[in-house]
């Protein structure tokens, strides 16, 4: 069967976000797409956990924003929402917290006086803090007994050391002593104008801009905040977490990279989706198709504000460990001594800029790229160079990156499962 060719926009132009200053200093960028009949917000806090001073205090701060208000309960607050047939989403990483409502445009100005509620008069309930804190805590001391959760802990830990801000990974017995106090103290200090932006996409004209602004222009502004700097990271390039009684070993092989901004950051995710980024990548084909190893193999380069690193990820049967460790090493050797066929090549590449335009189809799919782009400090002008870079990588590149940063004596490795006899 022939494959269909690959038609690719050029260049890949994507609108830029339309960015108006408010008074209190917030950003807020515009999308919009007059077509959809739906509108989406996304607050974004520098409030990740790389920036709490007590444990678990970022998380459980951008997790309760929704419990209570004033005028409102966690509950009336749910039925409202579904009424309205609106979403509320939070996520959080090591840097940023992510705040977004989305609702049908006929219903963006109810759906805006919750989501004021809840970003500006959050109060934090002690009655329901005491309720999440009993939850998360089980909840944390039971995802930690499996061994895919140790190793990617162990592996951080690994890759940064065990106090760094990326590295750590609390006790769940911290829930035990996280106060109110603690929440409000943070969400005071973190959620604030200095720390945010706003991007809003979908059907956004001048009464849903004016609306949107209307909110972010209230999020006071907070003390001057001194950055603690980043502390440099303390690699170990080995690491066993023993789980008696395992029948699967969880393992992590990688190194420490870079941030998106770095100028070989592209070339690595292609190494890293050559390496385990599709379902016929080299690990896969090898870990699964001809060894039986593992159901199921990944690679990826992420990266954060201040750092960035390559994992491969896999689980195996205990008794296969040793030998698919040794797969896996000598699959990034090979990736280090021989040029890649050009057709393999090209295929990763058609893999890669394929997701890139499946993201792009729709309006939220493209705020997410927008605000990915804003924090790395750029604009969407980055997709079309990317896609560039991806299409202009070459085999000799390939074997350059890989040469580069993929010696044996760089990588590190963790492994959490049965200890071996």
Known sequence: MKRPPLHIPSPVDIAQAEKSLLANGTALYALPSSEFEVLRVTFVFRAGSARQRIPFAASTAANMLAEGTPDLTAHQIAERLDFLGSWFDVSIDRDYAYISFATLSKFYRETLDIAEAILLRPTFPEEELAVYRAKRKQRLAIERKKVDVEVREAFARALYGAEHPYGTSSDEAAYDTLTRDDIVAFHRRRYTAEHCFVVCSGRVGDAERAAVAAIAERIPRGETVVEEPFPEPHTEH??????????????????????????????????????GGYFGSRLMRNLREEHGYTYGVAAAAVNFEHSGYLAVATQVGTESTESALGEIYAEIERLRR???????????????????????????????????NILCGTDNSAIDRTIRLIRAMTPADVQRLAQRYLAREDLVTAVAGQPQA
């Open 238 to 275: 080995e690491v066993f977490v023993a789980h008696p009684g395992a029948v699967q070993s969880s393992i992590r092989v990688g190194r420490l990279l870079f941030p998106r901004s770095h100028p070989d950051f592209t070339g690595m995710q292609v190494v890293a989706t050559v390496l």
């Open 338 to 372: 021989e040029p890649m066929p050009e057709e393999e090549l090209e295929l990763v590449k058609n893999i890669m800029t394929g997701e890139m335009m499946r993201i792009l189809d729709g309006p939220f799919g493209i705020a997410d790229v927008t605000i990915e």
